[in-house]
């Protein structure tokens, strides 16, 4: 809080969320006690024509802006900070580092509804009292209402709240309820929310010696801060190691946030903490209401919960009382945001650990390359698990060469003969396949049209369930034509496999076995997804048939058989990060094979045996390609051993892109100096997009403070050119894609 003068003009500098980087001044509202209000708070502001929530970052008592000028703010909203000192410094840090907009950083921190200004109040859930009028009921006056003379002998126990008790959240029962408040029998009271309640735990599993190691390392360091990348085999008792370290710190009354990195991931790990711990346990992610975000966040803000399970974005919550954060799956890519505020939820999520004096525990079977640098640099601490847990044991994996081989729907006649076999067993086979709908590429046989979206550079995907063709990069659609458009034939013919596609072929082999296929278009309606899996672990599944979605954290008992249908689509790209996810993708797809008792297999169809990555994989595991792939990085002076920023600009024609661009070019070089290289501009690997023209400037620098002494200038010089209103640009700092 600035020392103010009392003839002095209070000056409320606050953070907008719009595409400026900058704060702005606004007078204090009169007749308002400013020496209550800290940075935190929210406000609501004049902003040109409109009104905006803004978010007091500092109150101060001079301004650059003449008097005359400033606006005083229309009214504070919170009494309190909702947002603590070490939450704003990590927002702050974040928009620095990430050079978005301060305003924007801010704003998505914060949920739907707080966003919108409304109240900041946990709404206590409602609870039933019998007033005097209830109590003096006699019973034998309900003679004839036997439910009513139940309920009635029910509430007299005391005070009650409905949703604690099935028996009371009928129809009927609500009707009675409804009865009775008319009759002023009973009063509606609110149950205020309790305190972090006493921590109790039921028994967890006996673990090997590598587990309690682990758990001891990561529980001896609760009071500092301090990076365990737990690297464990598929099914080696990870979650097991989370769940006895986090039990460490329910026992110190502080609270905890486990980061999943897919909605999916989030339903059988809230089951698992729901069955081990009894305490209040909050769950954020995009899939649920504004509502159930808010009080997931107020939760946790107001102490009143010690576990959230959460996404990508739970990660900027509040906490009262921090002392552990754990990521699951910490290589997956979609811990970093693809989109505006390009944030790594595990990069922010250690540093937020560090400004808090904490531990983050790292988890993953194959843990990314960066991730594995700082183990070497020493900045992470190692903890491994190398065996399954309990009598599960390694799958077995086999390279078959297709070359030459009878085909059905990319399943070869091998691979066929292993899922008859699996079956007959009464075991359950999964195949993986990442590329839904029918087939990828409609084609005329005739004049050989291919089907184009008419916005993108890119192939339009048959769907043919649907009758649909349907561009997955933009989501433009148009009916699964019968004839050729360009020559009238009605030789249209799908080419390439997607998992409809395979469904259906599947469904014509094994007609006598039940086929479920996941993937995005057959899991969009809520609750699907869970049903679709407690169908495969209640056995009434025999063919699983799936995208990535399938590839990680899903525990099927009974699958002894993986079938990894295309493994040489990933084998080719011009991303460097594409060989390490293709090597994360198939050790974790591998891994959900002979989890329990019975040994598991898994077959990779190749039409590139020889091919090193799969070599590697095969011979001598995860371990040694991530050795492989790192020195093969650093000879070439690629991440983790260079620091990389992406500039994307997009626009409606390709000129004012490259025009903007050169400008930028000639500003980056005239600064960067030695160690700093700017390569391009050039179009984007999906040159259009949406029906924008895409182009990118990619940073290198083998000093990060460097990095982002150019990426200020180039932001700064930015703000200064005026492209118009229809081009859009944006940064990246550690970009995990070129697309």
């Not at 704003?88 to 739907?112: K, N, T």
């Not at 904490?358 to 843990?367: N, Q």
């Not at 594995?372 to 020493?378: A, G, H, I, M, R």
Request: aromatic share 6%; proline share 6%.
């Amino acid at each position: 809080m600035a020392n103010l003068h009392n003839c002095d003009p209070v000056i409320f500098r606050v953070a907008i969320p719009v595409p400026v980087d900058r704060l702005f001044d606004y007078l204090a509202p009169m007749n308002q006690d400013v020496c209550a209000v800290f940075p935190g708070i929210r406000l609501e502001v004049p902003f040109g024509k409109s009104k905006k929530i803004a978010f007091l970052v500092e109150v101060a008592s001079h301004t650059e802006v003449g008097p005359e000028k400033l606006k005083p703010v229309l009214c504070i909203l919170d009494t309190q900070p909702l947002l603590s000192v070490k939450d704003m410094e990590l927002l702050c840090w974040a928009s620095r580092y990430y050079h978005h907009p301060l305003g924007e950083v801010i704003s998505s921190a914060f949920p739907v509804a707080l966003r919108q200004g409304k109240a900041a109040h946990l709404k206590s859930p409602q609870c039933y009292r019998l007033t005097p009028l209830g109590l003096a009921i006699d019973e034998k006056g309900l003679k004839r209402a036997s439910r009513q003379q139940a309920m009635l002998g029910f509430f007299k126990a005391g005070t009650i709240r409905p949703k604690d008790h099935p028996q009371l959240v009928s129809a009927s029962a609500k009707a009675v309820l409804r009865q009775w408040l008319a009759k002023q029998w009973l009063i509606v009271e609110d149950d205020a929310p309790a305190e972090l309640i006493p921590y109790t735990q039921a028994p967890g599993f006996v673990c090997n010696d590598r587990q309690q190691a682990a758990i001891r390392a990561v529980v001896g360091q609760l009071h500092r801060f301090a990076v365990f990348l737990l690297e464990g085999v598929t099914g080696s008792g990870k979650t097991e190691v989370y769940l006895q370290v986090i039990s460490a710190v329910l026992a110190q009354n502080r609270q905890v946030l486990v980061l999943v990195p897919e909605i999916t991931l989030t339903p059988q790990l809230e089951q698992r903490f729901r069955e081990r711990f009894a305490v209040n346990i909050a769950v954020s992610h995009s899939g649920l209401t504004d509502g159930q975000r808010l009080r997931a966040w107020l939760s946790m803000q107001q102490g009143h919960c010690p576990i959230m399970l959460g996404t990508r974005s739970a990660l900027f919550t509040p906490f009262k009382n921090l002392g552990l954060i754990v990521l699951d799956e910490e290589h997956d890519p979609s811990f970093k945001q693809q989109e505006g505020f390009r944030f790594s939820a595990r990069d922010v999520a250690v540093m937020r650990a560090k400004m808090l004096g904490i531990p983050v525990l790292l988890g993953s079977a194959t843990p990314s390359l960066e991730s594995l640098f700082n183990v070497e640099k020493k900045r992470y601490h190692l903890l491994h698990l190398p065996e399954r847990a309990g009598n599960a044991t390694e799958p077995e994996l086999q390279l078959l060469d297709i070359r030459n081989k009878k085909m059905t729907a990319g399943l070869s006649e091998p691979v066929l003969a292993q899922i008859r076999k699996t079956l007959a067993k009464q075991e359950q086979v999964l195949l993986f396949l990442n590329r839904r709908g029918f087939a990828p590429t409609l084609i005329c046989h005739g004049c050989g049209w291919v089907a184009r979206c008419v916005r993108c550079d890119a192939n339009l995907v048959v769907h043919a369930k649907a009758s649909l063709l349907r561009c997955h990069h933009c989501g433009y659609e148009q009916v699964l034509p019968k004839l050729c458009p360009a020559c009238k034939s009605p030789q249209l013919t799908a080419l390439g496999l997607g998992t409809e596609r395979v469904e259906n072929i599947l469904a014509e082999l094994f007609p006598e076995h039940t086929v479920i296929r996941l993937d995005r278009d057959t899991t969009q309606r809520k609750g699907a997804l869970d049903r679709y899996l407690a169908q495969i672990n209640q056995g009434r599944t025999d063919i699983v048939l799936g995208t990535q979605m399938l590839a990680k954290g899903h525990h099927f008992p009974n699958v002894t058989l993986v079938v990894i249908i295309d493994v040489d689509s990933g084998l080719f790209s011009i991303d460097f990060h594409a060989q390490e996810r293709l090597a994360q993708q198939i050790v974790q797809v591998a891994g959900r094979a002979g989890r329990a008792e019975k040994p598991g297999k898994v077959v990779l169809q190749t039409r590139r045996p020889e091919h090193p990555l799969l070599m590697t994989l095969i011979n001598a595991g995860y371990r040694h390609f991530a050795q492989m792939a790192l020195a093969e990085r650093k000879q070439a002076g690629l991440p983790p051993y260079r620091y990389q920023a992406l500039l994307r600009v997009e626009a409606g024609q390709p000129q004012v892109v490259e025009n903007l661009l050169r400008q930028v070019v000639d500003m980056a070089k005239a600064y960067a100096g030695t160690g700093l290289q700017v390569l391009g501009p050039v179009p984007a690997p999906m040159a259009k997009r949406a029906g924008l023209f895409r182009y990118q400037l990619l940073f290198q620098s083998r000093r990060r403070t460097g990095l982002h002494a150019l990426l200020d200038h180039v932001a700064e010089g930015l703000a200064g050119i005026k492209p118009g209103k229809t081009v859009r640009w944006s940064l990246d700092v550690d970009p995990l894609d070129l697309y």
